[in-house]
Structures are given as C-alpha cells and as structure tokens.
C-alpha cells in the first residue's frame, strides 16, 4: 500500500518516534552507504509556491540517495496557469516519477493530491494548513538539542494565526508527554481555535502573553516565526504588527544556558543577525537537521526499511 | 381539548410523513430547508406550532402528503435538527418511524466555509466532513481540516 506524509493529524507517537529514529540511522550513515538507496527513483517537486529551504532540500536529499529529480518551483511556467486542474496535473505527473512532493497555497491540496495519485504524497505545505516534514524536522532538532521531547517548556512566538509551521508542530506536540508552551504573539495573530482545539487532547499545558522577555526567562526553546505578509488579506494589518517581535542579542544576555532558539526560515527582522554567535541560536543547525529528516522521509515513503 | 378537536386543528394525513418532536419554534426553520429542495415544491405540507408534548412540553411538528421524502432532504435534516422523529404514515397509521442522528461522515453535500480550502477552488473536488461533536452538531473538514459549526455550514450550503 502506498504511503503518504499528509498531516501531522493523521501520524500517531508511535509513527512519529519511527521517523525520529529513522533520521538518527541516517544522521550517521556513511554517505557512501546512502548514496545508491535510492537509486532508479525519481522524485516529482510540484511547487506552486515559492521555496528555498524545502524545495532544494528535498531535491538534495534525493541526489544524496542516488535519486533523480524532475518538477517545477513555481507554478507560472506550468499548463496551471492555463487553468488545468490540480488533480489532471497530479493524474500526468504520477507517470513522470515515483514519488511526489507538492507544495500549495490552498489548504487541503496535498490531501486532495493523494487522493488522486497511485504514487506516495508528501505534503511540504498546502496554505496555512499544515508542513508535515518541518515539524519532523523540528521534533527532530529538539531530540537532538534535549534528548527528549516529553516535559520542554516551548514558546511560540509571532504569526501563531497564519503559520502552518506553528500548526502542525502544535498537532505534533500534543502527543508528547507534559509539554508546556507559551504562545506569544500580538492579540490579532494569536492561535486559532481550529488549532487551540487540538490543544484540548493529551497532556500539557499552555498559555498565551504578549511578552517575549517571559519566554526567554522560562522557556526550553524559543520557536520564532516570520510574520508572513504573503497571508495577510489587508496590507494595512501587516504593516500594524509586522515588527512585534525581534529578538537579539541584548533581549539574550540572561537568558538561560539550555534555551535554544528555532526558526523554520527565512527570517527578515525577528532574529537580529548578532543572535547567530550566541550559543542558543540553533536555527542553521535545524536546516542541517532538514536534509537528515527528509533522508528519512523520503526514503521510508518510497518502502524503504534499513 | 378532546382527540377530536385535536385531529381538527391538525388534520390526521391518510397517507405521507410527519416529522414530529421538532423542538417549538424550529418547524419555520425546518420549512426554510423544506424550500432549498424542489422535489418538494408540490407537496401539501401543514405545520402544527407550539403543540404540547409529553416528552418536550411545547413541540413543532410537520405534515407532508407524499409518498417519499427525498434522501437528500433527510440528511439535511439529520444535520441541522438530529433528533427529530420521522413517521411513515399509511392509512392514517404509522408504519414506520425513525430519529434522525447526525451522520459521522458527510460526503459531497456541504461546502466548506473556508475561502482558501481547495474544494472551493478545484473543478470536480467533492466535499468530506466529520462528525465532532453532537448537540449541538460540528464537523471537521478532512480537506483543510478545520472545524466548523453547524450554523457556519448552513450559511455555506448553497442556496436556489
């Protein structure tokens, strides 16, 4: 049967901790031993929207394999704007490859997708929804920061409305054991309560402020997002919060030894460059930890088992 | 009031269906679905308001001389009034007699209130949507994977 990575809903701890351990047996394998698993396999990349990080590390990741890749990074030069249907370019594609990662701006596309395909689906994004394999990536980056999930005391801090990062690792976290978060963000970008109801399973505790000194003082890891005016309707409520929150080096001073800062990025003001030489920015690291994560993703997807 | 003058101010049907137990006030509401399904256009419907009743102390209830209801209306119903009694009436008696329950899954019938869900924007993407909670009813979108109140669906649905 054919997999897919659609929605943090749909894995459970056990599936999670799976691919957590995957990425640990990938994070020391020799490259000489990765570099024929996927050989003969090639990967899809549909991005209808713009990517750096995801797009080029899943298109790594395959290379590193021995796969190929084909697709597109941006849907202008596509039969898209010509108005085919996602689901007669998803019916076309599934011939061309053997796995397909989509990216998309309408929630539910990636669901849709899978639906459609005789070939595994990997969800990198479908509008505010849900990025499945950023959370792997940044569950993974905590168990390797911490050794553990269970029990940290997580801030999230920014657009907690529109980020889809925020989304899924909160539908992520939940499942874990005694988690504590503080959402920190500005009234009108506070987390959903299509979210906040994921919040109302499983054991942890949360709370909402609007200072980000709080976090820093007493929180495990500070998760820091970009206020995103791709997903703001109104120009005008962008420009009202898009500086909330910015943190540097001085804000860091006191800051506990254990506190790591994350980012899913790209960052513009919300991370002062002089936090990179601090030793709580961890957020290149977790870009490092992206291209072990998807190793183990893409490689478990297409039915691999080391 | 005697039996009779009951059957009087609600005249007994020989044959066709009442949906009885409606909570009182709730039978116009149910009327406003009747007219979104124009199977029912010709059908002679009579509303009992306010009715006493022994289970709801004051009820709605709905008369409709047909020899079908549509599927399609009764899931409506199911959705936005679970509970109702429907009654198959046949020679004056009932013949049979069900209560509507809220469906656990709901395919291609609502539409989803999320501007930005892709079964708003996708030619041919069908609708799915979970039952979460009872009473009152609520639904998870398996696409965007929201959740949406009943009333939130109902201004959804498309009207004639």
Known sequence: MKRNLISLDNLSRNAIV???DLAAQFEVMPASKKEKLLSGKILGVLF????????LSFEST???????????SEAINTSVVKGESLQDTIRTVENYCDVIVIRHPREGAARLAAEISHIPIINAGDGSNQHPTQTLLDLFTMQKLYGQIDKLKI?????????????????????????????????????????TSALETGSFHARETTDLREAVDSCDVIYMTRIQRERFPDPLEYEKVKDSYRLDAAL????????KILHPLPRINEISVDVDSTPHAAYFQQVACGLIMRQGILYSILGGKL | MTATERVLLIPKIENGFVIDHIPAGFGLEILRVVNQHHELDNVVITLGSNCKSRKLGRKDLLKFQTSQLPPRFLQHLSLICSGVTVKRIKNFEVEAKIVLEPPEIVEGFLACP????????ERG???????????PNAFHCAYCERDFSMSELEAALPKR
């Open chain 1, 18 to 20: 799976d691919f957590l």
């Open chain 1, 48 to 55: 209808f929207e713009a990517s750096t990080r995801t797009r």
């Open chain 1, 62 to 72: 395959m290379l590193r394999l021995g796969g190929q890749v084909i697709g597109f």
């Open chain 1, 155 to 195: 801030a999230m801090v920014g657009d907690l409305k529109y980020s889809r990062t925020v989304h899924s690792l909160v539908h992520a976290l939940v499942k874990f054991k005694d988690v504590e978060f503080l959402l920190v963000s500005p009234d009108s970008l506070r987390l959903p309560e299509y979210v």
């Open chain 1, 252 to 259: 860091l001073k006191n800051a506990p030894p254990r506190l």
């Open chain 2, 114 to 121: 999320n501007p930005n869900c892709i079964t708003n924007h």
């Open chain 2, 125 to 135: 993407a069908s609708t799915s949507f979970h039952l979460l909670n009872r009473s």
